[in-house]
């Protein structure tokens, strides 16, 4: 198993651009979730997805987008990037009841010009 | 919304050392987890506690569910230099699929 995957590693934006950051896993499970980790502070969760076609909020969704069509695939959308969402952005998964035990992705360095 | 309080943010160690690190919150949590992060990597689930009281340990490293279920703490016993890396805490306020709250870690530093 490949585990959760992320694509791409580095990426830079001018501001406004869109972009979509890329979260796989081959695991099966059933939740998946994004936070953004900024120096000194932990990680904040920004969406979550308990099943395909199903998403919720989490502590800091505003400017992002997800979907989640497929088990396996959860992408999180910057639709007009701004210089705030600079962040190291991590995708992670665990079976439908263990968030407890979630998997990370080794995270997507994002950075707004 | 939750929050964590990790301590200490940073902390210098001798090699062979100990080292002890906490976390509290006003709030009563159901988990706690610990993680260590590398640099360039995700964060690694290092220990799980479920039960208040509960003192669970993994190699060189114990960690304790407290009393109160509002805080926790880690040891790592004999530190290497690879203990090197950010340790962050997680709690879980209720069970099942809730998502997790996250301290803001605390960064090791071992000196060989």
């Known amino acids: 198993n490949a585990g959760v995957t992320q694509t791409p590693k580095f990426q830079v934006l001018k501001t406004g651009q869109s972009m979509t950051l890329q979260c796989a896993q081959d695991?099966?499970?059933?939740?998946m979730s994004w936070y953004r980790q900024d120096p000194g502070m932990g990680l904040r969760l920004i969406h979550y997805?308990?099943?395909?076609?199903?998403?919720d909020q989490g502590e800091v969704p505003n400017g992002y987008n997800v979907s989640r069509s497929t088990t396996e695939d959860f992408p999180l959308r910057l639709l007009s990037a701004a210089p705030s969402q600079t962040s190291v952005y991590f995708c992670?998964?665990?079976?439908?009841?263990?968030?407890?035990?979630?998997?990370f992705g080794p995270g997507t360095r994002l950075t707004v010009l | 919304g939750q929050q964590l309080n990790q301590s200490p943010q940073s902390m210098f160690i001798q090699e062979g050392e100990d080292v002890s690190m906490n976390c509290t919150s006003s709030?009563?949590?159901?988990?706690w987890l610990w993680y260590k992060q590398e640099p360039g990597e995700g964060p690694v689930l290092l220990i799980a506690?479920?039960?208040?009281?509960e003192l669970t340990s993994n190699g060189r490293l114990t960690a304790q569910f407290g009393i109160t279920r509002k805080d926790s703490f880690l040891n790592i016993s004999a530190s290497i230099p690879s203990d090197v890396g950010i340790y962050f805490c997680?709690?879980?306020?209720?069970?099942?699929?809730?998502?997790?709250?996250f301290g803001k870690g605390t960064r090791l530093s071992v000196i060989a």
């Open positions: 992670a998964s665990c079976w439908g009841a263990d968030t407890d035990t979630q998997y």
């Open positions: 695991m099966n499970h059933e939740y």
């Open positions: 997805s308990v099943g395909a076609g199903i998403t």
């Open positions: 709030s009563i949590f159901n988990t």
């Open positions: 506690l479920y039960k208040a009281g």
């Open positions: 997680a709690g879980q306020i209720l069970g099942g699929n809730t998502p997790l709250v």
